[in-house]
């Protein structure tokens, strides 16, 4: 059973920063791909950004140029680096791991982005 913990979401100005943490319970390098997702309230839940087991990368692009997705294997854990935050950008944000076909989800956590 995997299970993954996020934390670091908060409330921030715009333009300002902040670190997300997903630590897993297992390797992450046997993860096909983890990837980070948000969810806006009355909106669908969207890929932010994606890392495979080939390091390949991904970005929305609304996020392209400010986020910064990354994993430290050592650690069990991945990482959002947000820069230059928009209220927009205001959601729950999910870390996701895919294994062997199936999708693991952490719990969420918030990021609210004040004008």
């Known amino acids: 059973q995997v299970q993954l913990v996020e934390s670091g979401g908060g409330l921030v100005q715009a333009g300002g920063s902040l670190t997300l943490s997903c630590v897993a319970s297992g390797n992450i390098f046997s993860f096909n791909a983890m990837g980070w997702y948000r969810q806006a309230p009355g909106k669908q839940r969207e890929l932010v950004a994606s890392i495979t087991i080939g390091d390949r990368i991904t970005y929305a692009d609304s996020v392209t140029g400010r986020f910064t997705i990354s994993r430290d294997n050592a650690k069990n854990t991945m990482y959002l680096q947000m820069n230059s935050l928009k209220p927009e950008d205001t959601a729950v944000y999910y870390c996701?791991?895919?294994?062997?076909?199936?999708?693991?989800w952490g719990q969420g956590t918030q990021v609210t982005v004040s004008s």
């Open positions: 996701k791991a895919t294994k062997w076909g199936i999708d693991y």
